[in-house]
């Protein structure tokens, strides 16, 4: 526990700031999490981590021990597509995380797939077994995991010389006029926009996207989309940087809601095949994620809507 009296120079200065300078020794996220936890008083009461203070403050703070640094079994159901002794095929939910991070440390799909088969590959580290790639939160579909180190490293392998190919399901907004086309921009974090990822800039990361017409909608077009690279928000970032950015994406300059259809709650994007090598014979598998009900739905009820 740590008790200390504000002085003059810091008054005008934010509480989670002031608390970093006096306890350098925590990251000021571990400090914020403090402060909502209410684990930091001040005169006696809890604050907001942006609260100014105005010197002369009496600030108790009582450290709290982080979060385990190890993923923890939980009852959650799963779908499996495909599974053998080296690989498991996942069919994810928007919705679903994929492992802890940013504020969240359960409800997992890691800590799905620890309840439902004991142990996986550690080759991502203890808050990520079995984890060779990833899904957006809001993003559904197949999602390969690794059972061992072995066939870990085998699948990272053909993913890193792009043998494993990957095809998504994109609604996204306005009439794709080609009917088939490629994106080859490179991707970095937005610089001013931290959450995001952008096209923009020349020193990015980069990555090669392919898409194919499949249906014309009321103001939206289908596609079926294959990357070549696995960019952070890649499909999302690079139609968007077309003029057509992926329903429900409001991140990426979607709109939040459609006249006449209920608000998405997702993105209207999803893995929907997978195909790669088993890693312990060689063979190819292709792995197939049918497209949700509720995109479905949302589809149909797009092409029902009355246009103006």
Not at 93 to 105: D, I, N, R
Not at 182 to 192: G, Y
Request: net charge positive; with cysteine; charged share 25%.
């Amino acid at each position: 526990m740590a008790d200390f009296t504000a002085d003059r120079a810091e008054a005008g200065r934010r509480l989670d700031h002031v608390l970093h300078g006096r306890l350098p020794q925590y990251s000021r996220s571990r400090i914020q999490q403090w402060i909502r936890d209410g684990n930091v008083l001040v005169n006696g009461a809890p604050l907001r981590a942006s609260s100014l203070l105005r010197g002369g403050e009496s600030i108790r703070v009582e450290p709290a021990e982080p979060p385990p640094l190890r993923a923890a079994p939980e009852e959650i159901p799963l779908t499996i597509l495909y599974e053998d002794d080296d690989v498991v095929a996942v069919d994810k939910p928007a919705g679903m995380v994929v492992h802890a991070g940013a504020g969240v440390h359960s409800g997992t799909l890691v800590n799905a797939l620890l309840h439902r088969f004991g142990t996986l590959s550690a080759v991502g580290g203890e808050m990520r077994p079995g984890i060779v790639h990833r899904l957006d939160r809001y993003t559904s579909g197949v999602i390969l995991v690794a059972k061992n180190d072995a066939a870990h490293r085998k699948l990272a392998a053909q993913f890193s010389s792009r043998r494993v190919e990957k095809v998504y399901l994109a609604l996204v907004h306005g009439t794709v006029k080609q009917e088939n086309g490629s994106i080859d921009k490179p991707i970095s974090r937005d610089p001013v926009h931290r959450t995001r990822m952008t096209a923009r800039l020349r020193d990015g990361r980069p990555a090669h996207t392919e898409y194919r017409v499949t249906a014309r909608l009321p103001g939206f077009t289908f596609l079926e989309v294959k990357i070549g690279t696995g960019r952070t928000h890649q499909i999302r970032v690079h139609l968007a940087s077309i003029g057509h950015p992926v329903a429900g994406d409001t991140l990426y300059g979607a709109p939040a809601q459609v006249p006449g259809r209920d608000s998405l709650g997702r993105y209207f994007l999803h893995a929907h095949r997978i195909s790669f090598f088993r890693p312990g014979d060689g063979e190819p598998v292709t792995v197939i994620s049918q497209l949700p009900q509720e995109l479905e739905d949302w589809m149909a009820g797009v092409v029902c809507a009355p246009q103006k």
